[in-house]
């Protein structure tokens, strides 16, 4: 069936340097993706969406890229903080809005 | 944005009890969804819950098991009825925020379930 996949199950980077979390996607009718990052022991948090009208998008210190040739997705942070560790998952959908999700990959930073 | 609201935040249940969780949203919305997450896992959609309407439940998952209410446009219940051991997950309402051609889902802080 149709699935999303992250290609790493943990990352780890040092304080300050920027990190890229990158997803693949299976679904070609798939027209909007998101990126949510889950803390421990609190619900994922939403922090940036992309449309498949788009190949980049930017937010505050995260830049969302999305490739529709080979169904690629990534993350980059910018800068990466200690807060920033976490898991995060990417997401995508359809005209139907549900959501399917990868399997999530723990970012750690390292001080 | 919305602020979403669960209760309880955790709870340890007996095996072949039930467990009603709330969801409570600060706004109208029209669609909400349950997600359930296994620990160490990615979450799964269980039914998505439209007020008006029946639950539209994803495969794996049946209304014996789960079922939902939806009495209005800010608030949905989620049952784990006959609860066991691998119902211990961790529990999640969404809603969907936006006007169309640009919404987005925004999660509760979910329940944690764990069944003895």
């Known amino acids: ?111 | 944005s919305a602020v979403i609201s669960q209760k309880p935040s955790r709870d340890i249940c007996q095996r072949g009890t039930s467990l009603t969780i709330q969801c409570q949203v600060d706004s109208q919305v029209t669609m909400m969804f349950w997600y359930r997450q296994q620990p160490g896992q990615s979450l799964t959609l269980i039914a998505t819950a439209n007020q008006g309407s029946e639950a539209t439940y994803e495969s794996g998952f049946v209304i014996d098991k789960f079922p939902i209410s939806r009495p209005n446009l800010t608030f949905s219940t989620l049952t784990v009825s006959n609860m066991s051991p691998e119902d211990s997950s961790i529990y999640l309402c969404s809603v969907e925020v936006g006007t169309s051609g640009r919404t987005s889902q925004f999660f509760g802080p979910g329940t944690r379930l764990t069944v003895l």
């Open chain 1, 1 to 111: 069936g149709e699935s999303v996949g992250l290609h790493l199950p943990t990352l780890s980077v040092q304080e300050g340097d920027n990190s890229i979390i990158n997803c693949a996607y299976s679904n070609s009718a798939s027209d909007y993706f998101i990126w949510y990052k889950q803390e421990s022991g609190k619900g994922p948090q939403f922090i940036i969406d992309i449309r498949s009208n788009m190949d980049k998008r930017q937010g505050q210190r995260v830049t969302v890229l999305l490739n529709k040739t080979v169904k690629h997705l990534s993350l980059q942070i910018a800068a990466t903080q200690p807060g920033d560790s976490a898991v995060y998952f990417c997401a995508e959908t359809g005209a139907n809005s549900k959501l399917t999700f990868g399997k999530g990959i723990t970012l750690s930073v390292r001080p």
